[in-house]
């Protein structure tokens, strides 16, 4: 009966070894893979498809408003994820198959100085929407079309704040974080439509 009871254990541990070990294999091999739509790596997307001079008109205007607020507030932002490729290719917009833009900007620069209402409230005032995801992705959402991610500066590395970046730690050191000196001002301009 003993032997027995041994022998379960063992059959136990050994399974909950096996499926530890497998999690945490599983867990670092899909940090690893960058899953942006502009890399074509998403394996969840559909298709990419030439976006409308309409709606690439529309993200034109979204980004111009937004650009004009965060200057008002005087946030220092620049362009970057795949609204940075287009420029960079010697296309003067967002790439054709690409559905936003994404701002960055650093969070203890001028952003830390303002209330987090009154920066909410610049943009509403514009008649434009605001999703918070502050404290899980580091992010908002402006109009539907916009990411604004804020950045802090950790030991010269620019690192989005929230719980998501600690959970998904590899794949956000490997995609999400860069030196910080790559965004020192003045900043060079770059024309987006």
Known sequence: MVFRRRKI???????FLVTLLLSVLVYIGASCLNYATYTGNDPW???????SKFHTDHLVRLAHKTHLILDSM??????????LWGP?????GPLPWDQDVDFGIRGDGNFSKIALEEFKARF????LGVA???????????????DIFVFYDYRGRLWRDGYEPWIFYI?????????AKLVQQPLPKV???
């Open 124 to 127: 509403r005032a514009a008649g």
């Open 9 to 15: 254990c063992r059959v136990i541990k050994t399974a």
């Open 132 to 146: 918070d995801r502050l404290y899980s992705t580091g992010s908002f959402t402006i109009g539907g079309c916009i």
């Open 191 to 193: 024309r987006f439509e």
């Open 88 to 92: 960079l290719r010697g296309i003067p």
């Open 171 to 179: 794949n956000y050191r490997l995609y999400h974080s860069f030196p």
């Open 45 to 51: 997307d559909l298709p990419k498809c030439f976006n």
């Open 74 to 83: 005087g946030i220092e932002h620049w362009l970057m994820y795949g609204s």
